[in-house]
């Protein structure tokens, strides 16, 4: 498993998403109340970005079609078959890390090297 450090706590809106670019992929950071939450960027659906879309209460719209996800579980609420892929994040003082399972995403990173101290 590799760990990444992508973004510093601060950078992330509370109620809201940050997106991280790791590798060639988008993850979309959200904190929800005080959680962190880290998920594909990309919609399931026709893949939009999911970030962009309203956020409340857990539940991001994507703002294409309006399908809704809950980004604790990954599980789209109105389509049960369809879901986002999710990641491991957690933090580390001021640092966000996501652990990869070695299934795609990104190269192993220095945290210096993505502006981070
Ligand atoms: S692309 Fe997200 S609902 Fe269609």
Not at 7 to 30: K, M, S
Not at 42 to 52: F, N, S, T
Not at 56 to 84: E, K, M, Q
Request: charged fraction near 25%; charge should be negative.
């Amino acid at each position: 498993m590799k760990t990444v450090a992508v973004a510093r706590i601060d950078q992330i809106p509370d109620e809201g998403a940050l997106v991280v670019n790791v590798g060639e992929e988008e993850v979309a950071l959200f904190k929800c109340s005080g959680e962190l939450h880290a998920v594909d960027n990309v919609c399931p659906h026709r893949g939009g970005p999911l970030a962009e879309g309203e956020f409340n209460d857990g539940i991001v719209s994507c703002p294409w079609h309006a399908w809704t996800f809950d980004v604790r579980s990954g599980l789209c609420t109105i389509n049960p078959a369809a879901r986002v892929r999710k990641f491991k994040v957690e933090v580390q003082g001021e640092r966000v890390l996501l652990h990869l399972d070695g299934e795609g995403v990104g190269e192993e990173a220095n945290p210096d090297d993505q502006g981070l101290d």
